[in-house]
């Protein structure tokens, strides 16, 4: 027995001297070392590491200048740059839990300070461009067209009450329409299809610069060639680079809903450009009054919509405009297990790319036509493209619905909404909203002519 507890003894001993003798990676790097790994890897990785590495987990305590290098890289820079000149930051990891946490937004009305305006409409553009808005077209009472196109320069991206609109002349335009999509690419802007107040659905694609007269903006038909996707309006379209822009379904001849997807390839000198069908597969189904949002990189997310059987939509998509794939994936999510997520599903709204790659998504209806005024979050940052991770891919999708302050605009559908540069400030014009009842009416359903601007709060 003694030899035993003996040979156990020295054994023991031996084994915790191994132990001890034992070096992690984290202790041979050095501190800059294990910084420029850490930065490689994306935040809920970093946190994981710190829970079982006491080194990582002290040097995020203790490390700034590591928050406010994770900072640049996940929130972009125009994000902090438009934060910092009205701010000085001594605590990066507060001021990324802030970035990262939004839950609250305010409104703001934004009356004209000018006799003239944009009158009220719905389903036009409204484009972020060049530091302004730009609105073009859309329809209005009576089923009309519009074919104006109007600019406001004049305003403060962080407490801006007030507009000051004037109208833009344009030189040998695109004709008046409504359910048009118009989207910056570098520094032009480039709009496709759209609907005149006759009902026929258009398929050209026009491509804008501004002239040195800054009242004057110069558009051209561009040349693309004997291939073009079919004609259509209230179709869903999105930048995804600097030359490529892309577009989804809407409605066709005849009132058919599409759900084919086609790519415009810009050439280098704008001269011309190139369309391709995408034919891989799965597809989202065939849908109108839909959105797409590219949120960098190679994803641009698709979400909602009404389909073939006139049913509303909640489903998400992105497409991955990457060289390696080229296609749609899905994001699995369910509504269940999201506060207030069974009312997701909506057609008319807007999404817009804000702070981090986000989407912010902004009224709409619902299959009963019952229009909404809330704000909700959608990121799909960290998702992963594979189908044989979905349930991973199901934990990480998030929904948050924003708490509204301030004033609170009414609920509306077929509006449009951009972003600024900083990607805090959302910039919402237009759309139907509920009017009051007259006995000659079928509905109280009015066109809108107001501007309000939704800041995200940190």
Not at 9 to 30: A, G
């Amino acid at each position: 027995m003694r030899g035993d507890d003996e040979g156990t003894s020295s054994s023991s001993s031996s084994s915790s001297s191994n132990s001890s003798s034992k070096t992690t990676i984290t202790e041979i790097l050095s501190e800059d070392q294990l910084v420029s790994i850490l930065f490689l890897l994306p935040l809920e990785s970093i946190l994981s590491f710190a829970m079982t590495c006491k080194k990582t987990n002290l040097l995020l305590e203790s490390n700034n200048g590591l928050w406010k290098t994770i900072c640049n890289r996940d929130w972009a820079h125009s994000t902090l740059d438009a934060f910092l000149s009205n701010n000085n930051i001594w605590d990066w990891r507060s001021l990324y839990q802030r970035l990262r946490n939004l839950d609250r937004i305010s409104c703001l009305s934004s009356p004209s300070t000018s006799e003239v305006g944009p009158t009220a409409r719905a389903s036009h553009s409204l484009n972020y461009f060049k530091g302004c808005l730009l609105l073009f077209g859309g329809g209005s009472e009576g089923g009309r067209h519009l074919d104006d196109t109007w600019i406001a320069n004049d305003f403060t991206s962080s407490r801006g009450r007030s507009v000051n609109w004037q109208r833009l002349v344009t030189s040998n335009g695109p004709t008046g329409r409504f359910g048009h999509s118009c989207v910056v690419i570098d520094d032009c802007l480039v709009l496709f299809g759209g609907i005149n107040d006759t009902g026929i659905r258009q398929n050209d694609t026009w491509i804008a610069q501004p002239a040195a007269n800054s009242t004057l903006l110069s558009w051209r038909l561009l040349d693309v060639g004997p291939l073009a996707p079919p004609t259509r309006g209230a179709h869903a379209c999105s930048s995804i680079d600097n030359r490529r822009m892309i577009i989804h379904g809407g409605i066709g001849l005849s009132g058919m809903r599409l759900g084919d997807t086609w790519v415009l390839q810009l050439s280098d000198n704008l001269c011309f450009g190139t369309w391709h069908e995408s034919l891989t597969h799965p597809v989202p189904s065939p849908r109108s009054g839909h959105t797409l949002t590219y949120i960098g990189g190679t994803k641009t997310v698709l979400f909602g919509g009404r389909g073939m059987g006139y049913e509303v939509l909640h489903d998400v998509w992105y497409f991955d405009s990457s060289q390696a794939h080229l296609g749609w994936v899905p994001v699995l999510f369910d509504l269940r297990n999201i506060p207030g997520g069974l009312s997701l599903s909506r057609v008319g709204h807007s999404a817009t790319t804000v702070i981090g790659g986000r989407v912010l998504i902004y009224g709409g209806e619902d299959s009963y036509r019952h229009r909404k005024n809330d704000f909700w979050l959608l990121d799909i940052t960290s998702t992963t493209p594979t189908s044989s991770q979905i349930v991973s891919q199901r934990q990480r999708v998030l929904w948050r619905k924003l708490k509204c302050e301030g004033y609170l605009p009414r609920s509306r559908s077929f509006h449009r909404a951009c972003a600024d540069d900083s990607g805090r400030y959302l910039y919402v014009f237009g759309g139907m909203v509920d009017g009051i009842l007259q006995p000659a009416q079928p509905t109280g359903l009015r066109f809108d002519g107001e501007l309000f601007v939704a800041e995200l709060l940190l």
